[in-house]
């Protein structure tokens, strides 16, 4: 069974900066490529940023481009996302999502059981 870690959540200030962690295992991360997405209340869970399994390609967002960074460290099997200039409207559930194939052939989406940020003075 596939399993994602995620942690790094919490209360930030308006501007402050988070770290968010996930972490699955190498067989997994090796073969996926790594996204996150959120989930406000009320709205509809949303792509936040992804990074590309072979060529680390990134794309984010509008809404988050210029303050988040998504990363990659095949060492630790563990794909992170930088948010810095935290805004309230990031506030919402974090999940990281495992998008993984086996050759070229696509094996099936896995995710993580989220973590909460909360952007609020």
């Known amino acids: 069974q596939v399993q994602l870690v995620e942690s790094g959540g919490g209360l930030v200030q308006p501007g402050g900066s988070l770290r968010l962690s996930c972490a699955t295992s190498e067989f997994t991360f090796s073969r996926s490529a790594m996204s996150w997405y959120r989930q406000a209340p009320g709205k509809v869970r949303e792509s936040v940023a992804r990074?590309?399994?072979?060529?680390?390609?990134?794309t984010y967002a509008d809404s988050v481009k210029g303050r988040f960074t998504i990363s990659r460290d095949d060492g630790r099997n563990t794909v992170y996302l930088q948010m810095n200039s935290l805004k309230p409207e990031d506030t919402g559930v974090y999940y990281c999502k495992a998008t993984t194939f086996v050759g070229t052939t696509f094996v099936g989406d896995y995710w993580g059981q989220g973590t909460q940020v909360t952007v609020s003075s």
């Open positions: 990074i590309g399994s072979i060529d680390g390609t990134t």
